[in-house]
């Protein structure tokens, strides 16, 4: 049986559609088939950030309701070969069968060994829906004093739900800033918070349009997460930004001058 | 105007952490009281509902505190270890 996996935070625009989608890649790169769910009911964007907004024909309230069954609505990304995608593409006010729900979950976690579900930001019935069914929880948070404070209250909500796993990410960290004293470190945030941090991910200037192919080299950073989160062994915190390659370098100058 | 280190930071945090603990759910305490006092009752026979208070420490840890008293153990035969 698969592993179940909420990505989800307290605060909206911290980063959980692109690291579940850059997770997902990470895992499946290391030969574990995933599936990424995206339970973000009307705002839906991870779709969006596998680059697969036009190949939705089915999404998961269509199996949810039975018109078609999971095989159908899954989308295979297209450079990944084991990972998968099963979007949502509903309105907002579409309120999901709670037990169709824990079936469909139970058939994703035999088809597959991680699922991964990006779940709606703030703490509402739909957020609700998603973190429920999964067994580990993953709280994506920003170094700023209005993120951690939401994630503190879903974390206090996510407690009595007694999972098997609870971590933080720490999303947009800046290493250069915790030296110099102008930002709150991962251990700042895992001792304020009382949860384990899993990883950091630090701000990635490339990533314009948040889509995981923009990530390129800084895949470095889930690839940490992933093999933290499957080995289960003490995470890795990042402390330093990827070094460029002269390559890479060239290529960023020039895309300065070119703008 | 103020400096904003990171040392205030981490009292902010620490302060608006504490403070929205501070909410506690309505009557959590006369809720612990009949749950503790259900409890000690299997063992013991109590002369009244155990008192239970709940404080929050600077650190943000909560500080339970519980009296009771009982005016004998009832009758248990060996009492198994845990």
């Known amino acids: ?259 | 105007m103020r400096e904003y280190t990171l040392d205030y930071t981490k009292q902010r945090l620490r302060n608006v952490l504490v403070y929205d603990k501070l909410q506690f759910p309505e009557h959590i305490t006369k809720i612990l009281e009949e749950e503790v006092g259900m409890l000690l009752q299997n063992y013991m026979a109590l002369n009244q509902r155990p008192h239970v208070e709940i404080c929050i420490e600077q650190s943000g840890n909560y500080q339970i505190s519980m009296h009771a008293s009982a005016h004998r153990l009832k009758q248990m035969g060996l009492l198994g270890r845990t």
């Not at chain 1, 199996?63 to 095989?71: A, D, K």
């Not at chain 1, 069914?133 to 004093?145: A, K, T, Y």
Request: charged residues 20%; aromatic residues 6%; hydrophobic residues 40%.
């Open chain 1, 1 to 259: 049986m698969g592993r179940s996996i909420c990505i989800t935070s307290g605060k909206g625009g911290v980063g959980k559609t692109t690291i579940t989608a850059a997770l997902g890649c990470a895992i499946s790169n290391l030969g574990y088939s995933v599936v990424v769910v995206d339970t973000d009911f009307g705002l839906n964007n991870l779709d969006l950030a596998l680059c697969a907004e036009m190949q939705v024909v089915y999404n998961l309230a269509d199996c949810l309701e039975g018109r078609c069954r999971i095989r159908q609505a899954l989308l295979q990304d297209a450079e990944h070969e084991n990972l998968y995608l099963l979007a949502s593409t509903q309105p907002y006010t579409y309120k999901p069968n709670k037990k169709a729900w824990k079936a469909c979950m139970q058939e994703l976690e035999d088809m597959f060994d991680f699922v991964l579900i990006d779940s709606p930001a703030g703490v509402d019935a739909n957020w609700q829906f998603s973190v429920e069914v999964c067994r580990e929880v993953l709280v994506v948070v920003v170094p700023q004093l209005a993120s951690l404070r939401d994630a503190d209250k879903v974390l206090s909500l996510i407690e009595p739900m007694q999972k098997e796993g609870v971590g933080l990410i720490v999303n947009r960290y800046r290493t250069e800033y915790v030296v110099q004293q102008k930002m709150l470190s991962a251990q700042d945030i895992e001792e304020a918070l009382h949860c384990e941090v899993v990883g950091c991910i630090p701000e990635i200037d490339v990533l314009t349009v948040a889509s995981v192919q923009e990530i390129g080299i800084h895949m470095q950073y889930f690839e940490n997460i992933a093999q933290t989160i499957i080995s289960g062994e003490k995470r890795v915190i990042t402390t330093h930004t990827p070094k460029l390659g002269v390559w890479n370098k060239i290529k960023k100058i020039w895309s300065r001058s070119a703008i």
